[in-house]
C-alpha cells in the first residue's frame, strides 16, 4: 500500500484555496490479505452494494460483518466508499485483497470516496476508467474499476467492473460514460460481471443502459417479485442497482435482496454463478 499521507500532501499542494473537493485521476490504494490464486467457478458469489459512505458507521460495520460470515461472498462491490488517511486500519478483519479508486478527496474531513472491490484472489490486471464530465455543485468526476481473476480448472479469466454512473447531468453525458465502459469490456470474450449502482432513475436512462448492455452480450440478474420492489429507486422510477453477467450461469434462488439491512439507504444486492 503506497504512503497514504504522503501522496495526500503531494496533492494538496495542488489545491486551489477555498475549494473543499479534490478530484483524482486514475489513483489505486489496494491491499493484498489472501494467499488463494483462483476462484472457484462452480461458486462465485457476489455482493454489489451502494454504502452512502458509510464504512465507519458502527452499524454498518455490523452489518456488513454478518453478510460477510453468512453469504461468504468471493467478490465484493461497494459504491460510495470512503476511506479515511489512516488506510491501513480499515476493516484488518477483512480477510480479503481489495482495490481502491478514489474518484475524489474531502480535504475538509480527509477522506477519500470512491469505489471499491474486493476479492478472494489479487486481480490480474485493474484499470480505472473515469467520465470526462463532472457532477456539478461538487465537480467531481464518477469512476469505475475493473478487475480480471483467476478462475479454477478453466482456461480464461473473469472480468469485472465495478461501476457508479454519473448523476445530475443531461442524458448525453450519461451516455458517453456508458460508452466509454462498452468500449473497455467489448475486448474482453470471456466470463464478465458488471455491477454497481447506475443511477437509472428515469425510464430513458434504463433504456440507455438496456441498449449497451445487450450490445455486450449480457443478461440481468433477476430478482424475484418480493425483492425488485426492495431494491432502490426514486419514487416510481426503475431500479438503480443492477448486477449484469455473461458467459455465465446464475444459481436459481441465489439472487437475493437484503431488504433488513437499514445502514445504508441502498440495499445490499447478492447473486451467485457459476462457468461451465
Not at 2 to 28: A, D, S
Request: net charge positive; proline share 5%; charged share 20%.
Amino acid at each position: 500500500m503506497p504512503n497514504i499521507q504522503q501522496h495526500v500532501n503531494t496533492l494538496v499542494t495542488k489545491f486551489v484555496p477555498g475549494y473543499r473537493f479534490l478530484r483524482l485521476q486514475e489513483l489505486t490504494i489496494e491491499k493484498n490479505n489472501s494467499l488463494q490464486t483462483e476462484i472457484n467457478s462452480k461458486s462465485i458469489k457476489v455482493l454489489s452494494w451502494n454504502i452512502a459512505k458509510q464504512n465507519y458507521n458502527k452499524t454498518w460495520v455490523k452489518d456488513f460483518s454478518k453478510i460477510i460470515e453468512t453469504y461468504q461472498p468471493n467478490l465484493i462491490f461497494l459504491q460510495e466508499f470512503s476511506l479515511r488517511l489512516e488506510a491501513d486500519e480499515w476493516a484488518k478483519w477483512l480477510k480479503m485483497n481489495w482495490n481502491f479508486a478514489p474518484n475524489f478527496l474531502d480535504i475538509h474531513h480527509q477522506t477519500y470516496s470512491g469505489i471499491f472491490t474486493a476479492a478472494t484472489i489479487s486481480p490480474l490486471t485493474k484499470k480505472v476508467i473515469t467520465t470526462k464530465h463532472y457532477e456539478p455543485i461538487v465537480r467531481t468526476p464518477k469512476i469505475s474499476l475493473i478487475t480480471e481473476y483467476l478462475l479454477s480448472e478453466q482456461s480464461t479469466t473473469l472480468l469485472t467492473i465495478n461501476t457508479h454512473l454519473i448523476n445530475f447531468v443531461d442524458l448525453n453525458k450519461f451516455k458517453i460514460q456508458l460508452n466509454e465502459l462498452e468500449l473497455a469490456l467489448s475486448i474482453h470474450r470471456g466470463p464478465l460481471i458488471f455491477s454497481g449502482d447506475f443511477n437509472t432513475w428515469s425510464q430513458k436512462r434504463a433504456v440507455i443502459l438496456n441498449q449497451v448492455t445487450t450490445q455486450l452480450g449480457l443478461t440481468p440478474v433477476i430478482f424475484a417479485p418480493h425483492y425488485q420492489d426492495k431494491i432502490k429507486r426514486f419514487l416510481l422510477s426503475p431500479p438503480l442497482d443492477h448486477i449484469f453477467y455473461r458467459n455465465l450461469s446464475a444459481k436459481k434462488a441465489s439472487a437475493k435482496v437484503l431488504d433488513q439491512i437499514c445502514s445504508s439507504d441502498h440495499k445490499p444486492l447478492l447473486a451467485e454463478f457459476t462457468y461451465i
